[in-house]
């Protein structure tokens, strides 16, 4: 009698604990800049970025975690070591997991943002990245909800070397 109430409570205590996720997806897009030291040349940058994520969190907590994927372009000039001025582009594959603290409440909730992940320069090699971000999520009802971002990424491979990279985005996310 005492195991089978002891199976019954552990059932309702993970059932509780798998009703009370809540699972998020988002689609932002935003504007990107950086500066670099691309093969020991100072230089700068301005594009374009794409970014699908994934997240869970517990109902009611403050803490998140994620994994995202997307598509970044981006015009990056540098000055060489004689006059000529040189510019390519770049399109890169990020791929990184992210972790969230939330603070406020229902509206307006902001949260902080940590994230460590891979990326693929398109035709060259893959690389590490970092980043740290700030943003707020807005509900539009309890399943849709709009936020802002500006998040500020270190990326390291063979290819450009050390990239600061920072960016403003915005974008929709649908909760389920």
Do not use: C
Request: proline letters at 2%; glycine letters at 10%; zero cysteines.
């Amino acid at each position: 009698m005492v195991k089978s109430i002891l199976v019954v409570l552990l059932l309702l205590v993970f059932g509780q604990v798998a009703y009370s996720q809540e699972s998020a997806i988002s689609l932002n897009a935003g504007y990107l800049f950086s500066s670099d030291r691309m093969n020991n040349q100072e230089g700068n940058g301005n594009g374009w970025r794409l970014i699908a994520t994934y997240q869970e969190s517990l109902k009611n907590e403050k803490w998140a975690i994620g994994i995202s994927a997307g598509l970044m372009k981006d015009r990056y000039s540098f000055a060489l070591a004689n006059p000529e001025f040189s510019e390519t582009e770049l399109e890169s594959i990020p791929i990184f997991f992210s972790g969230k603290y939330f603070i406020g409440k229902e509206k307006w909730r902001g949260y902080l943002k940590g994230s460590a992940g891979a990326n693929w320069i398109v035709d060259y090699k893959v690389g590490f990245l970092s980043g740290l971000g700030i943003g707020v999520d807005y509900p539009i009802n309890h399943k849709l909800y709009i936020n802002a971002e500006y998040e500020f990424n270190l990326w390291q491979n063979d290819f450009y070397g050390i990239r600061y990279l920072q960016s403003a985005n915005l974008g929709i996310g649908f909760k389920f």
